[in-house]
Protein backbone atom coordinates (compact mmCIF):
# COMPACT_ATOMS: atom_id res chain seq x y z
CA UNK A 1 0.00 0.00 0.00
CA UNK A 2 0.81 3.46 -0.14
CA UNK A 3 3.34 4.65 2.21
CA UNK A 4 4.27 8.07 3.85
CA UNK A 5 4.48 10.43 1.53
CA UNK A 6 5.65 14.43 2.22
CA UNK A 7 5.21 17.65 0.61
CA UNK A 8 6.82 19.68 -1.12
CA UNK A 9 10.32 17.40 -1.77
CA UNK A 10 12.14 20.58 -1.79
CA UNK A 11 11.32 24.13 -0.86
CA UNK A 12 14.03 26.95 -1.16
CA UNK A 13 12.66 30.21 0.18
CA UNK A 14 14.03 33.61 1.80
CA UNK A 15 14.98 34.62 5.18
CA UNK A 16 11.77 35.84 7.03
CA UNK A 17 9.31 33.68 5.08
CA UNK A 18 6.77 31.54 6.67
CA UNK A 19 6.71 28.29 5.26
CA UNK A 20 4.31 25.15 5.64
CA UNK A 21 5.35 21.46 5.11
CA UNK A 22 2.99 18.65 4.64
CA UNK A 23 2.92 14.89 5.93
CA UNK A 24 0.40 12.14 4.70
CA UNK A 25 0.89 9.34 7.24
CA UNK A 26 -0.25 5.76 5.96
CA UNK A 27 -3.51 4.99 6.24
CA UNK A 28 -5.10 4.07 9.78
CA UNK A 29 -1.55 4.88 11.83
CA UNK A 30 -2.75 7.10 14.57
CA UNK A 31 1.19 8.12 15.77
CA UNK A 32 2.60 10.58 13.56
CA UNK A 33 6.09 11.92 14.14
CA UNK A 34 8.45 15.21 12.53
CA UNK A 35 12.00 15.36 13.04
CA UNK A 36 14.37 17.03 11.09
CA UNK A 37 17.99 16.65 10.03
CA UNK A 38 20.80 18.81 8.87
CA UNK A 39 23.53 18.10 6.86
CA UNK A 40 25.84 15.53 8.29
CA UNK A 41 23.90 15.04 11.21
CA UNK A 42 21.87 12.50 12.73
CA UNK A 43 18.29 13.47 13.16
CA UNK A 44 16.72 15.37 15.78
CA UNK A 45 12.93 15.10 17.13
CA UNK A 46 10.41 18.04 16.73
CA UNK A 47 7.10 16.59 17.53
CA UNK A 48 5.28 13.44 17.95
CA UNK A 49 1.36 13.19 17.89
CA UNK A 50 -0.69 9.97 18.95
CA UNK A 51 -4.44 9.70 18.45
CA UNK A 52 -6.51 12.23 20.59
CA UNK A 53 -3.82 13.03 22.70
CA UNK A 54 -1.89 16.25 23.40
CA UNK A 55 1.14 16.02 21.10
CA UNK A 56 4.66 15.57 22.55
CA UNK A 57 6.15 19.37 21.65
CA UNK A 58 9.28 19.01 23.76
CA UNK A 59 10.96 19.00 20.52
CA UNK A 60 10.30 22.17 19.24
CA UNK A 61 13.57 24.36 18.51
CA UNK A 62 11.57 27.63 19.08
CA UNK A 63 8.44 29.39 19.22
CA UNK A 64 8.20 29.66 15.41
CA UNK A 65 7.69 26.01 14.90
CA UNK A 66 4.44 24.88 15.14
CA UNK A 67 2.66 21.84 13.76
CA UNK A 68 -1.31 20.41 13.63
CA UNK A 69 -2.77 17.10 12.78
CA UNK A 70 -6.31 17.79 11.32
CA UNK A 71 -9.03 15.11 11.65
CA UNK A 72 -6.30 12.82 13.35
CA UNK A 73 -4.70 12.11 9.92
CA UNK A 74 -2.60 14.63 7.74
CA UNK A 75 -0.05 16.80 9.70
CA UNK A 76 1.65 20.29 8.71
CA UNK A 77 4.34 21.95 10.07
CA UNK A 78 4.52 25.25 9.92
CA UNK A 79 8.10 27.39 10.37
CA UNK A 80 7.59 31.30 10.62
CA UNK A 81 10.14 34.01 9.80
CA UNK A 82 12.35 31.25 8.85
CA UNK A 83 15.88 32.03 9.59
CA UNK A 84 19.39 30.02 7.30
CA UNK A 85 19.78 27.26 10.54
CA UNK A 86 16.00 26.03 9.71
CA UNK A 87 17.84 24.94 6.42
CA UNK A 88 17.37 20.92 6.91
CA UNK A 89 15.74 18.18 5.86
CA UNK A 90 12.44 17.26 7.59
CA UNK A 91 11.05 13.97 7.65
CA UNK A 92 7.90 12.83 9.00
CA UNK A 93 7.14 9.26 10.15
CA UNK A 94 4.40 7.11 11.12
CA UNK A 95 3.50 4.06 12.91
CA UNK A 96 0.77 1.62 13.71
CA UNK A 97 -2.04 2.35 16.30
CA UNK A 98 -2.04 0.95 19.82
CA UNK A 99 -4.26 -2.15 19.04
CA UNK A 100 -4.55 -4.51 18.61
CA UNK A 101 -1.20 -5.07 16.54
CA UNK A 102 1.59 -6.16 18.92
CA UNK A 103 3.91 -4.03 20.32
CA UNK A 104 6.90 -4.80 17.97
CA UNK A 105 4.48 -3.44 15.36
CA UNK A 106 3.57 -0.07 16.92
CA UNK A 107 6.90 0.56 18.02
CA UNK A 108 8.61 0.70 14.33
CA UNK A 109 8.48 3.75 12.22
CA UNK A 110 8.04 3.92 8.55
CA UNK A 111 9.51 7.22 7.61
CA UNK A 112 8.45 9.41 4.63
CA UNK A 113 10.83 10.53 1.84
CA UNK A 114 11.35 13.88 3.46
CA UNK A 115 11.10 17.66 2.39
CA UNK A 116 14.66 19.35 1.74
CA UNK A 117 14.26 22.94 3.15
CA UNK A 118 16.91 25.85 2.11
CA UNK A 119 16.45 29.05 3.47
CA UNK A 120 18.14 31.83 1.82
CA UNK B 1 17.26 12.72 26.33
CA UNK B 2 18.24 9.67 25.28
CA UNK B 3 20.31 9.24 21.68
CA UNK B 4 22.12 6.67 20.20
CA UNK B 5 25.64 7.12 19.22
CA UNK B 6 27.29 5.48 16.16
CA UNK B 7 31.02 4.22 15.96
CA UNK B 8 32.56 4.30 13.74
CA UNK B 9 31.54 7.56 11.50
CA UNK B 10 32.53 5.94 8.36
CA UNK B 11 33.09 2.36 7.39
CA UNK B 12 34.70 1.24 3.87
CA UNK B 13 34.62 -2.09 2.96
CA UNK B 14 34.85 -4.62 -0.21
CA UNK B 15 32.03 -6.20 -1.61
CA UNK B 16 31.23 -9.84 0.12
CA UNK B 17 33.14 -8.70 3.61
CA UNK B 18 31.36 -8.04 7.08
CA UNK B 19 30.26 -4.46 8.48
CA UNK B 20 30.26 -4.00 11.74
CA UNK B 21 28.79 -1.07 13.46
CA UNK B 22 28.36 0.14 17.04
CA UNK B 23 25.76 2.50 18.98
CA UNK B 24 26.23 3.32 22.58
CA UNK B 25 23.76 5.07 24.84
CA UNK B 26 23.14 6.61 28.26
CA UNK B 27 20.40 5.27 29.81
CA UNK B 28 18.08 2.44 30.38
CA UNK B 29 15.82 1.59 27.46
CA UNK B 30 12.67 0.04 26.15
CA UNK B 31 13.75 -0.56 22.83
CA UNK B 32 16.18 -0.05 20.27
CA UNK B 33 16.08 0.02 16.82
CA UNK B 34 18.44 0.13 13.66
CA UNK B 35 17.44 2.00 10.48
CA UNK B 36 19.13 2.51 6.90
CA UNK B 37 18.91 5.82 5.18
CA UNK B 38 19.63 5.82 1.21
CA UNK B 39 20.84 9.45 -0.34
CA UNK B 40 20.21 11.42 2.82
CA UNK B 41 16.47 11.23 2.23
CA UNK B 42 13.74 8.69 4.55
CA UNK B 43 15.07 5.65 6.89
CA UNK B 44 14.10 2.20 6.35
CA UNK B 45 13.71 -0.22 9.30
CA UNK B 46 15.68 -2.74 9.98
CA UNK B 47 15.41 -4.58 13.11
CA UNK B 48 13.94 -3.72 16.67
CA UNK B 49 15.55 -5.31 19.34
CA UNK B 50 13.90 -5.16 23.00
CA UNK B 51 16.06 -4.93 26.48
CA UNK B 52 15.17 -8.01 26.92
CA UNK B 53 16.60 -9.49 24.35
CA UNK B 54 20.69 -9.86 23.50
CA UNK B 55 20.60 -11.18 20.05
CA UNK B 56 17.97 -10.93 16.67
CA UNK B 57 18.70 -11.88 13.42
CA UNK B 58 17.15 -11.03 9.79
CA UNK B 59 18.39 -11.72 6.77
CA UNK B 60 22.42 -11.09 6.52
CA UNK B 61 21.66 -8.88 9.56
CA UNK B 62 22.71 -9.43 13.29
CA UNK B 63 22.30 -7.33 15.79
CA UNK B 64 23.10 -7.99 19.39
CA UNK B 65 22.53 -5.83 22.63
CA UNK B 66 24.55 -5.63 26.12
CA UNK B 67 22.32 -3.83 28.63
CA UNK B 68 25.30 -3.82 31.19
CA UNK B 69 27.38 -1.79 28.64
CA UNK B 70 24.68 -0.17 27.32
CA UNK B 71 25.77 -0.77 23.95
CA UNK B 72 24.45 -2.52 20.46
CA UNK B 73 26.10 -3.98 17.55
CA UNK B 74 24.98 -4.33 13.94
CA UNK B 75 26.48 -6.89 11.91
CA UNK B 76 25.79 -7.00 8.25
CA UNK B 77 27.64 -10.31 6.62
CA UNK B 78 28.41 -10.78 2.88
CA UNK B 79 28.16 -6.89 2.30
CA UNK B 80 26.97 -5.67 -1.20
CA UNK B 81 27.07 -2.57 -2.76
CA UNK B 82 23.46 -1.92 -2.71
CA UNK B 83 24.31 -1.95 1.28
CA UNK B 84 25.85 1.37 1.38
CA UNK B 85 24.18 3.94 3.30
CA UNK B 86 24.05 5.39 6.38
CA UNK B 87 22.62 3.46 9.55
CA UNK B 88 21.18 4.70 12.41
CA UNK B 89 20.79 3.61 16.13
CA UNK B 90 17.58 4.70 17.83
CA UNK B 91 17.07 3.63 21.14
CA UNK B 92 14.09 4.49 23.33
CA UNK B 93 13.50 4.98 26.43
CA UNK B 94 10.45 6.00 28.87
CA UNK B 95 6.79 6.28 28.45
CA UNK B 96 6.38 7.30 24.90
CA UNK B 97 8.26 5.28 22.43
CA UNK B 98 9.67 7.73 20.99
CA UNK B 99 12.92 6.85 18.99
CA UNK B 100 16.19 9.13 18.91
CA UNK B 101 18.93 9.44 16.64
CA UNK B 102 22.23 9.73 16.99
CA UNK B 103 24.23 10.89 13.43
CA UNK B 104 24.73 7.59 12.04
CA UNK B 105 27.61 5.46 10.63
CA UNK B 106 28.23 5.95 6.91
CA UNK B 107 28.92 2.85 5.61
CA UNK B 108 30.47 2.30 2.05
CA UNK B 109 30.90 -1.10 0.07
CA UNK B 110 32.93 -1.06 -2.64
CA UNK B 111 31.81 -3.36 -5.74
Known amino acids: GAGVSQSPSNKVTEKGKDVELRCDPI?????LYWYRQSLGQGLEFLIY????????KSGLPSDRFSAERTGGSVSTLTIQRTQQEDSAVYLC??????????????????FGPGTRLLVL | SQQGEEDPQALSIQEGENATMNCSYK?????LQWYRQNSGRGLVHLIL?????REKHSGRLRVTLDTSKKSSSLLITASRAADTASYFC???????????FGRGTSLIVHP
Open chain 1, 93 to 110: ASSLPDSPKPRSARETQY
Open chain 1, 27 to 31: SGHTA
Open chain 1, 49 to 56: FQGNSAPD
Open chain 2, 27 to 31: TSINN
Open chain 2, 49 to 53: IRSNE
Open chain 2, 90 to 100: APSSGGSYIPT
